[in-house]
């Protein structure tokens, strides 16, 4: 069936560090692609997201590029802020029917000053 | 704009009782969505209604009701309450489409006791 699978975490960066969250996917079919963002005691947030192969997602500073030969849509971001803090879910949806959000584990962020 | 709104943000049941989760959205969408989320294992579908008057299994229905009472409110209950049960409950209207875009509450965290 459909999944998702994403880097576990916690991932521990320092301010102005790069981030990647890896994630990788299995669909039949044609999934869109998301990225969301769960601040601490909130839901989650739409983050970007992609909806067919060699789109990029971005927004925030975030980026993640859909890669259909790899099967893969890794969030990254140049430089990362404190406020960054957040777990992050990556997700599919395929189309047909009606679409179900499927997600990953999620992956915990933590950066320090 | 409020959303979707999700009632209690918290609650304590002892084992063996009884309650509803209520989510609400002012958005006007078709699909809403139950999602459970444990240390882990990301957001799991309990159920969902693709619109108004129907309902489906997700991935974990066993031991919960929904009810679609409308076309903005999409209830969930559990019977009768289990330890297993203790987690975080997350309610979702969602856009269906090529621009699939989830919509979270806040959270209902459940403790069974």
């Known amino acids: ?113 | 704009n409020a959303g979707v709104t999700q009632t209690p943000k918290f609650q304590v049941l002892k084992t063996g009782q009884s309650m509803t989760l209520q989510c609400a959205q002012d958005m006007n969408h078709n699909s809403m969505y139950w999602y459970r989320q444990d240390p882990g294992m990301g957001l799991r579908l309990i159920y969902y209604s693709a619109s108004e008057g129907t309902t489906d299994k997700g991935e974990v229905p066993n031991g919960y009701n929904v009810s679609r009472l409308n076309k903005r409110e999409f209830s969930l209950r559990l019977e009768s309450a289990a330890p297993s049960q203790t987690s975080v409950y997350f309610c979702a209207s969602i856009v269906q489409g090529k621009n699939t875009e989830a919509f979270f509450g806040q959270g209902t965290r459940l403790t069974v006791v």
């Open chain 1, 1 to 113: 069936g459909d999944s998702v699978t994403q880097m576990e975490g916690p991932v521990t960066l320092s301010e102005e560090a790069f981030l990647t969250i890896n994630c990788t996917y299995t669909a039949t079919g044609y999934p869109s692609l998301f990225w969301y963002v769960q601040y601490p005691g909130e839901g989650l947030q739409l983050l970007l997201k992609a909806t067919k192969a060699d789109d990029k997602g971005s927004n925030k500073g975030f980026e993640a590029t859909y890669r259909k030969e790899t099967t893969s849509f890794h969030l990254e971001k140049g430089s990362v802020q404190v406020s960054d803090s957040a777990v992050y879910f990556c997700a599919l949806s395929v189309a047909g029917g009606y679409n179900k959000l499927i997600f990953g584990a999620g992956t915990r962020l933590a950066v320090h000053p």
